[in-house]
C-alpha cells in the first residue's frame, strides 16, 4: 500500500532572517528619526538624496527578500505553491489594516499603496516564475536598466493623473511604484540560486537580535511605528511640562 508523503517544514535560513532583520532595523531608524523631525528635535529634508537613498536601500532589502525567500520555499517544499496563500492572506489583512488606521488618523494623506501592498501584490506576480531564477533575474535587470537609463518607465504625471480620477488624496505617507521596484523583485531568486541563504552568520547577540526581526518582520512593521511615534511623543510632553 502506498503511502502519503509527509513534508517537513522548511528551515529557516538564519542569513535571509539577518538580511531582512536588517531591513527591519533600518526601517526602525528611518521611521525615528520621521517622528523626531515631526516634534522639532530635529529637521532634515526628507525628499533630500541622502534620505532617498536610505529609503531605496530599506526597500531593496525588502524587495529583493521577497522573490528570495520564494525561490527557497517553492524548492524546498513540493507544495508550497498553496502553502502560500495563508501568508497571502495575513499580508492582505496588514494591508488593509495599514489603510484603514492611516486612514483614520490622516485621511488627508492614508496609505493607499505602501510597502505591505506592494510586497503582496508582487508575491503574487513573482511567484509563478520563480523557479526559474536566471530568467526571473534578466527580466528584473532589464526592468531596472530600462528604468534608469530611459524615461520609458517612468511615468510623471501618473500619479496626478490617478489621483483626478480616483478619490484620493494627493498626497500619501507613503507610496511605492511599480516601477523600478518590480525588477528588484524579480532579481531576488537569483540570490537563492546563487544559495546566499546558505551563508554563515556569526554567533553573537546583535545577529541574533536581526534573526530575530527578520522572522517577525510583518508584526514589528505593524506595531514599531506606534510604539516609536508615542515614545517621543510622550518625551516631548516631558520636556515641555518641565520646562
Known sequence: MQTLPIYEPVKRSAFLDVYRGSAVLLMMIFHLCWDLRHFGFIEFDVYSPFWLSFRSLILTLFLSAVGWSTYISLNK??????????RDIKLLISAGAISLATYLAMPNQWIYFGI???????????????????ACALVGGIIMVIYHLTHWLQFPNAFATITHYIPLPERTLDIVFPFPWIGVVFIGPLLGYLNWHKCPTPNNLAISILAFMGRHALPIYLSHQLILFALVAAFKMLLMAFS
Open 77 to 86: 517544499t513540493p507544495h508550497a505553491f498553496f502553502s502560500f496563500w495563508q
Open 116 to 134: 505591505l501592498h506592494f510586497i503582496f501584490v508582487a508575491s503574487l506576480i513573482i511567484r509563478p516564475m520563480a523557479k526559474w531564477p536566471i
